[in-house]
């Protein structure tokens, strides 16, 4: 299969060289050669935390511990690990959420439609604690433009935080579809953050999920996170 790159002399190759054909000023490349260099795509959504009312969030402000450890050393967790880890052959986008202390799910939806246009087929969605809810309301509520390989919900809220905070508006419909079969869910038995009831919570409502589950990562908040890149069934690196 032949694709019109368009009507003007094109003169970077793509990856190594490619039969190419020229008439009037007409350039065309193999578009099997395009296929075969495009990066692997993993688009990774970052957790958050979200209230009923202002007072809420300020009360949620005024009780929180800060780690200034990590303020110190700019330590990160195991996002920026996966993107170095997984090379040079995938393209890891880390969107930064609006309002991630005080979110809103319709300004969250509202910065995944920007990101649309951007996304190709067989992209694989990672969604981290609020994050994960987030992606499974957006695709359970929306048609998703491309083709999508895998999701993965990690440590993700079901109905209710470990301190009682409900989703507000990124409360779960009652039928979830992520628009994939290959649907994997990590969770650790001694989060603090997410009660560990979230993961059967999500498995009745999905039951070809696969479960992967631990014992003692809490939030799954490390700085590196090697399970998802090492399981095979994951398909990261397939």
Known sequence: MKLKINDQPFLQ?????????????????????????????????????????????????????IDVERYKRNIDDWKVWLRNKLGEGYEVMLPMMPNKNNA?????????????PFIQDDVILIGHSMGGSFLAKYLSENKFPKKIKSVFLVSAVFDNDD??????????????NLQTDKVYLYHSQDD???????????????????????????????????????????????
């Open 104 to 116: 809103r799910y319709e300004e969250w939806k509202l910065w995944m439609d920007k990101l649309l």
């Open 13 to 65: 190759r793509v990856g190594p060289p490619s039969t190419t054909f020229t008439h009037k000023s007409i350039h065309f490349i193999e578009f099997d050669d395009i296929l075969k260099n495009m990066k692997k795509q993993v688009i990774i959504i970052h957790g958050g935390d979200t209230f009923g009312t202002y007072s809420e969030y300020l009360n949620f402000l005024s009780n929180y511990q």
């Open 163 to 176: 301190e009682g905070y409900s989703l507000q508006s990124f409360s779960l419909p009652e039928n979830l």
């Open 192 to 238: 603090k953050v997410v009660p560990f009831k979230s993961l059967d919570q999500f498995k009745s409502k999905i039951p070809d999920a696969v479960t992967r589950v631990f014992s003692d990562r809490g939030h799954i908040n490390q700085e590196i996170f090697p399970e998802i890149v090492e399981d095979p069934a994951l398909m990261l690196l397939a």
